[in-house]
């Protein structure tokens, strides 16, 4: 990443920038940033090339939109990033017919975050006829639908072999397979994979992987019943999901932070963690969060302490 910043910086510091020489320096940068998890270069670079297209009179590829389309599913609107991905699903038939594959892997997390699960399954089974491994994405839906076991033997299937794919994403795949073994009580495993991952920082910096292995910690901090760790590991995986605005994953967790402050009866704690989630749940476009936000504004409305329920029984 350092010399491709290094290139980039010599690059574009030209005024003599060839539009087909920026191109191919702007899709490796981007391509690097997504397969390592990093956003946040992700983000400043695929709007930096959007400047460089409009001032070179060129316009988006599919594997552009692409790349951006990932990066909104991410960080931004997901009806932008849905539009995206379809107009980038059109053209890389005839652009780059080889990426078919990763475009509907990025079409099954939108629609996943969406909430439209049916449609992003059958996105990711065409990804992988297609050849191309839907994971992490589709080992979390099922994760979300209650098919622990299920997610956890997808995501071990995705780590077999080393194609350049699977070495180019071990990280993140190894963090969800951090956060999906805590879920499914393999603690040994779980803890070795948060160490290997800790334990490499110049290697796996990324914010993200960090927020998936503090996830982790805090599920096995659940399981023992300690729920005061529990909470800080899920409150500072949020503070690095916001570190580089990642929206979804946000939401994702205020949801979490606030079903636990209830169980510890911090309702006023549970309520200023769904309002926040319900707002960015809105400005996101998420059917799906902004139904689970209301549900558990509900549930806090109506909550009782267990003794004054058997009061009233």
Not at 31 to 37: D, I, K, L, N, P
Not at 68 to 82: K, Q, T
Not at 95 to 103: C, I, K, L, R, V
Not at 275 to 283: F, K, M, P
């Amino acid at each position: 990443m350092v010399d491709q910043d290094h290139a980039a910086a010599v690059a574009l510091s030209s005024t003599n920038l060839d539009p087909i020489m920026g191109g191919s320096l702007y899709c490796n940068i981007l391509w690097a940033a997504r397969m390592f998890g990093d956003w946040a270069r992700a983000d400043q670079w695929t709007r930096s090339y959007q400047n460089f297209c409009s001032g070179s009179g060129m316009e988006l590829t599919g594997s552009c939109q692409l790349h951006r389309s990932e990066v909104l599913g991410i960080r931004g609107s997901l009806d932008e990033a849905l539009a995206r991905i379809q107009d980038a699903l059109a053209r890389l038939t005839s652009d780059a017919p080889w990426s078919m594959g990763d475009a509907n892997r990025v079409l099954g997390d939108i629609l996943a975050a969406i909430g439209d699960d049916d449609a992003a399954l059958e996105a990711y089974d065409r990804a992988y006829t297609l050849g191309w491994c839907p994971e992490p994405g589709r080992a979390m839906l099922l994760l979300a639908r209650g098919e622990a076991e299920a997610a956890y033997a997808s995501l071990e299937r995705s780590l077999i072999g080393k194609t350049w794919w699977t070495l180019q994403r071990r990280g993140i795949l190894l963090a969800h397979l951090a956060l999906v073994a805590a879920h499914t009580n393999r603690t040994g495993q779980a803890k070795a994979l948060i160490c290997e991952l800790s334990g490499n920082p110049d290697r796996w910096p990324m914010p993200s992987i960090r927020a998936l292995t503090n996830e982790a910690q805090a599920i096995l901090a659940l399981s023992r019943q300690d729920h005061e760790t529990a909470m800080r590991h899920l409150h500072l995986a949020r503070q690095l999901w916001s570190s580089i605005e990642g929206r979804v994953q946000i939401v994702r967790l205020r949801l979490q932070i606030s079903r636990l402050q209830l169980e510890r009866g911090d309702t006023r704690g549970a309520m200023a963690e769904v309002h926040a989630a319900q707002l960015l749940a809105r400005e996101l476009g998420s059917p799906r969060r902004v139904a689970d936000c209301v549900a558990l504004q509900h549930d806090i409305a109506t909550w009782r302490p267990a003794a004054r329920r058997q009061m009233c029984g």
